[in-house]
T-cell receptor, first 113, second 113 residues
Framework: DTAVSQTPKYLVTQMGNDKSIKCEQN?????MYWYKQDSKKFLKIMFS???????INETVPNRFSPKSPDKAHLNLHINSLELGDSAVYFC????????????FGPGTRLTVL | AQSVTQLDSQVPVFEEAPVELRCNYS??????LFWYVQYPNQGLQLLLK??????LVKGINGFEAEFNKSQTSFHLRKPSVHISDTAEYFC???????????FGTGTRLLVSP
């Protein structure tokens, strides 16, 4: 059973389109995160949510809008996709805000043409 | 602000040889340090972490790391590597509140026969 799952695994789309990536965790965790890994493997946090509330927004363009319908899900919607959005997006979760270990999903590779 | 430096982007090593992956951090407050591993086409998995106590930390798969406050380092070591250890290794630092992880740029460990 996958603890943190993401769909889709691969996403190829044209510039200007709007797309969503879904994340679900079945660990009963309160806190979820989105990270972006660029082509040089640099990994940086984008957002974190705790019990459906936004905690961290790391100066991400407002074309990116996370949505947490419940604490087991954190989806990422991206408007007007740009070439520079091409990356691998990782979802992660931790038991509650302020706990040390984060559990990562398998990633979604987004390619913008 | 916290930061992590992984000076080696790639470390080639022969199977059964020892390896050390270097990590240096910068922080003005107490830190918590982590090593994560990313196998090809997978998400990140926690190898080990330093929160407090003994400066020598043992993790999974035979890895260990030593926290050195005076040198602001947290180098990862394994006495004898296997082909299956080929992966990307990320050092990360978190503040006391564990609000987010700040990652280094990663070190690719390449183990050859």
């Amino acid at each position: 059973d996958t603890a943190v799952s993401q769909t889709p695994k691969y996403l190829v789309t044209q510039m200007g389109n709007d797309k969503s990536i879904k994340c679900e965790q079945n660990l009963g965790h309160d806190t979820m995160y989105w990270y972006k890994q660029d082509s040089k493997k640099f990994l940086k946090i984008m957002f974190s949510y705790n019990n459906k509330e936004l905690i961290i927004n790391e100066t991400v363009p407002n074309r990116f809008s996370p949505k947490s319908p419940d604490k087991a899900h954190l989806n990422l919607h991206i408007n007007s996709l740009e070439l520079g959005d091409s990356a691998v997006y990782f979802c992660a979760s931790s038991p509650r805000q302020g706990t040390d270990t984060q559990y990562f999903g398998p990633g979604t590779r987004l390619t913008v043409l | 602000a916290q930061s992590v430096t992984q000076l080696d982007s790639q470390v080639p090593v022969f199977e059964e040889a020892p390896v050390e992956l270097r990590c240096n951090y910068s922080s003005s407050v107490s830190v918590y340090l982590f090593w994560y591993v990313q196998y090809p086409n997978q998400g990140l998995q926690l190898l080990l972490k330093y929160l407090s106590g003994s400066t020598l930390v043992k993790g999974i798969n035979g890895f260990e790391a030593e926290f050195n406050k005076s040198q602001t380092s947290f180098h990862l070591r394994k006495p004898s590597v296997h082909i299956s250890d080929t992966a990307e290794y990320f050092c990360a630092v978190s503040d006391q509140g564990f609000q987010k992880l700040v990652f280094g740029t990663g070190t690719r460990l390449l183990v050859s026969p």
